[in-house]
């Protein structure tokens, strides 16, 4: 917006400084006196301005008063005040948030705030950033002395930090820590944080050049959600090494690598030991005009050195495997250009043959593997398996197809259309414990597809059908619509067998001028009842806007609730007073464009 301004009088001092006199400053039209910021005097030098007895009016009514406020008046940073946020809910009560942010040096900053709730006392949250041409870091810390729900000081601190240690090796730091499991269930506002289970820590040195990449690091974490048996939490991984090469041979046009691990796994409850894990790979790909054949082979070679302290389940204590995979893989490009509709259509088909012969891993820990989600990346998976403590047994054809439909003029794709299957030629013996056999019949087909039917609406589905025992494994729905003027409607239908059944709908409509209505409810089918939903109102003219939403989402493990309102004044050219609305309007609805 264009901003305008008056003052009663103009003091020049002196080159570069000058003072005004009863200034008042707006980014309204001439004729819109919808909010102003006055002052008795603003005082501007060439690197800083100070206002005395600085008010800020929405029509004639003041809403804050600033007895005095320096602000950079040039390009350069400058230590200050921020915008307040303010806010209710019902697990922290009413809260206002002061922040002030700190220019310590050109490549350091930090913020501070001070956030004030009525029904647990003061936190202070830091965030520290730095950044040089050799590393770059973000160090946060948040501090609540004394809760006064819980009588006890709560605490949170995460480091993320990189560094360049030579020209192709660079060091890496990751951690969280909180002071106890629900610390964010109570004093975080996102659905993300409050889901959270782990906190992961890791420290890692890196290299890596054209062929290969080298990982060295300590894995560890932090549990937050105390329900989780003890089998079921991860090993620390103290320490580990991986690398991963791969090269070609101009000479005889073949590609051949090397996968290796060696990592240490640590538990208090479950086996613990240590894994070495080497996989040479040879492969040759043949380019036939559009049709691409690549025939490969694998080696898997596993070991393990377990410790006999806990080893009571295992038989061996250095059980070891040497399992090859043998891979064919087929695909193809076809192209038609639809000139007279103005399209270009592409056939992708490809084939996968795997054979990977039976070993009897029984005896082996299960440190890290586990059964990947069920989805069309996956189809063409050669081991059924993540992670390196099994290898599945299998005789497999996957076979799949995709099709994908661009406008000729904007190069935007129209249509996306993908199909695929696995045929399974005998029974698979490797399981993971409490896995169910899998006789040779096991199979399913997997289809996604999504069409921009026309620039307002769009369609997106997915599925996956088990034909064997004639039932859906996972379906998801996507409807959008999406036109000018902020008119967005969003429904969505996600199920997966046994786990999740959820219906979606998220909208934001304008309803009379300068008016605009938001919403969304998520809905769980198989716990009958809301996960969130939240409703809102929105107004804006051309220099100034207001946000409110009322919300109410799940935030703890036991399926308690919190409701809360928030409130967001938008003074354009100056900025923004509340809590900062947008960031849960576009977490919420899909398409939804900040103002």
């Known amino acids: 917006p264009q901003a305008r301004g008056t003052a009663e009088e103009i003091r020049i001092n002196s080159e570069n400084n000058f003072t ?17 910021l006055e002052a008795e005097a603003i005082q501007i030098k060439a690197d800083e301005g100070i206002a005395k007895n600085l ?24 230590s200050g005040l921020l915008v307040p946020n303010f806010g209710s809910s019902s697990k922290k009560g009413t809260e206002i948030e002061i922040p ?78 909180a002071s106890d499991s629900e610390y964010f269930e109570d004093l975080t506002r996102s659905v993300n944080s409050t889901s959270r289970t782990h906190l992961f820590r890791t420290v890692r040195v890196q290299g890596f050049s054209e ?26 991984i103290l320490p580990y090494l991986d690398f ?7 000479e005889f046009n073949l590609s051949y690598g ?28 043949f380019n036939l005009s559009g049709l ?45 250009n639809w000139e007279h509709k103005g399209y270009i259509q592409t056939l992708e088909p490809r084939i996968l043959g795997v054979y990977i012969p039976f070993r009897n891993q029984d005896d082996f820990p299960i440190f890290d593997s586990l059964v990947p989600d069920r989805n069309v990346h996956e189809l063409f998976r050669k081991n059924r398996y993540l992670g390196q403590d099994r290898v599945g047994d299998t005789s497999k054809l996957s076979y799949g197809i995709v099709s994908r439909i661009y406008d000729q003029k904007s190069s935007s794709e129209v249509f996306n259309f993908t199909f695929g299957k696995t045929q399974h030629f005998k029974d698979r013996k490797v399981r993971l414990p409490n896995e169910l056999p899998h006789d040779h019949h096991s199979s399913a087909y997997l289809a996604s597809m999504q069409w921009s039917m026309n620039p307002k609406w769009r369609l997106q589905l997915g599925h996956i059908w088990d034909s064997d025992h004639d039932l859906s494994n996972k379906t998801q729905i996507g409807l959008r619509y999406k036109s000018e003027g902020s008119r967005v409607i969003n429904f969505s239908y996600r199920y997966r067998k046994d786990n999740l059944k959820q219906l979606d709908t998220s909208f934001s409509w304008p309803i009379k001028d300068k008016w605009n209505i938001v919403g969304r409810y998520n809905y769980s089918i198989e716990d009958r009842k809301s996960l969130e939903h939240f409703f809102g109102l929105e107004y804006e003219t051309c220099c100034w806007g207001i946000r409110a939403i009322s919300r109410k989402h799940l935030i703890y493990r036991n399926g308690e609730t919190d409701s809360s309102f928030s409130i967001q004044f938008i003074f354009k050219g100056l900025g923004e007073v509340g809590m900062p609305i947008e960031n849960l309007l576009e977490e919420g609805i899909l398409g939804y464009d900040v103002p």
């Open 244 to 250: 991963d090469g791969q090269w070609v041979s101009q």
């Open 292 to 336: 691409q054949i690549k025939p490969e082979i694998q080696l898997d070679l596993t070991s393990y050195n377990l410790d006999s302290s806990n080893n009571d389940a295992m038989k061996a204590d250095s059980p070891n495997r040497t399992v090859p995979i043998y891979s064919l893989d087929i695909q193809a490009l076809l192209k038609k």
């Open 258 to 285: 090397l996968d290796a691990n060696l990592a240490h796994f640590e538990s208090n409850v479950n086996v613990s030991g240590t894994r070495f894990h080497l996989m040479p790979n040879l492969s040759k790909t």
């Open 55 to 78: 008010v800020l009016k929405i029509g004639n009514a003041p809403i804050l008063f600033l007895p005095y406020l320096s602000f950079p008046a040039s390009e350069q940073r400058k």
């Open 211 to 236: 062929n290969w990449f080298i990982d060295i690091g300590m894995d560890n974490f932090q549990i937050l959600d105390q329900s989780i048996l003890s089998e079921d939490r991860p090993h620390k």
């Open 20 to 36: 005004l006199i009863k200034p008042v400053y707006t980014t309204c039209a001439s004729n819109d006196d919808s909010w102003s």
């Open 100 to 177: 002030y942010y700190w220019n310590i040096a050109p490549n350091i900053d930090m913020i501070s705030s001070m956030n004030w709730m009525s029904k647990r006392g003061i936190q202070f949250n830091n965030t520290l950033r730095f950044l040089t041409p050799k590393q770059y870091g973000e160090i946060e810390f948040n501090i609540l002395p004394n809760d006064d729900i819980s009588k006890s000081t709560r605490n949170y601190l995460a480091i993320n930090q990189e560094l360049k240690l030579l020209s192709n090796w660079r060091l890496r730091m990751n951690g969280e820590y």
